[in-house]
């Protein structure tokens, strides 16, 4: 009786924020899914969850999918949530086409909870995983936090150069090997406690990502490994691959190479794909920046301007305002929230979207495309 009232009355009940107990209870489930897999290398099972952790479902995780699969079937949708494989394989599709509007309220209709690869989740399924189990919030940072507090022991007064250095290493590099990080860090004369505090945020590159003869293909832009599907390759890190065409980089063996941690693709690889473009097309004109600046206040400052630029991948530009209030951008004189171009394209009302959602205090943040940015700091040349 208790299940059926769950699967007849929770799917369209809301939690805090608007968001229906279940969509939330969703990205909660592919978040636990996809660190069980990650942390273990283990396939992710439809089986019943193991004594010992394992990742299989658990009994809280089949309801999800029953509420799921119910509001499907009662809106007159094909039921894609009864089997973890297949839902995984549509949580890679935006939310609006895949699930009902009694699930899915008008601003998360575009987003997506897995990237294309499903090799990760977005942005929007950790948003949605911390608004179901808030503790999630503190789990999240702690790598964060412990990276800073890494920094701060070992470096004191130099910890945010340090900070700098080790972010734009890493965002640059999504795919090293441990040579290059020992290589990076004494040519810059930092010493190996910045190797092993950059180190921490790498693991081994997965075998799959290699082909036949041990070979990992990487993406001529960015750096991040490429993957074949569809007839065609594909850069790994999402932003990358929707920004411009693939283009294909060295082919490197596989053999001892590192990938960064999958939890920073959609914190720090995606913003970094624009963050890099804003940053080194500002040098290439000869106007100093810094990036990652004051530990990370904010993605990019401009000193002779006073200015600071946020660059931001978020689909949902009201949870992105609501963002903002806490944002390092307060402290400059002049804000910029930059939004990728692929990103405002996708849904063209996303900047006044933006801007209607602001607080009082962030509404004088001026909110533009990436393209528009450049176009507005590089007009005098
Ligand atoms: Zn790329």
Known sequence: MEFAESVSNRPVEEGAEGIPWVLGALGDLLVRLHAASSRGGEAISGAPRRSDGGSGLGEIDRRVMACLSWAQIQAGMTDTCSEVHHLMEWARVPLGE???????????????????????????????AVEHRPELDSQQRAMFRQFREDLRESFGSEQADAYSFARE??????????????????????????????????????????????????????????EWGGGDWRCRTPACSEARGWKAGAAMPSAGLLRTHPALVPFWHNPGI?????????????????????????DVDVPALNLGIDLKYVRNARRLA?????????????????VPDAVVFADRKYLATLKVHLSARASRFKCVSTTELLRELTRAD
């Open 274 to 298: 624009d963050e890099l473009l804003v940053y080194d097309t500002l040098i290439s004109r000869g106007i100093e920046a810094r990036l990652y600046p004051d530990l990370d206040t904010v």
């Open 169 to 226: 290493f890493i965002v640059r590099h999504p795919v090293t090997h441990p040579d290059s990080i020992v290589t990076a860090c004494r040519r810059a004369r930092w010493t190996p406690a910045l190797e092993r505090a950059i180190s921490s945020f790498y693991r081994p590159l997965p075998e799959h990502w290699a082909d036949r003869d041990g070979k990992v293909q990487l993406c001529a832009h960015c750096g991040q490994a490429g």
């Open 322 to 338: 609501q963002t903002l209030e806490k944002a390092g951008l307060h402290r400059y004189p002049t804000a910029y929230v930059v």
């Open 98 to 128: 895949w699930l009902p509007k009694s699930v899915v309220p008008e601003d998360w209709r575009l987003c997506c909870l897995l990237d294309a690869s499903g090799d990760c989740y977005t942005f929007e399924c950790m948003d949605l």
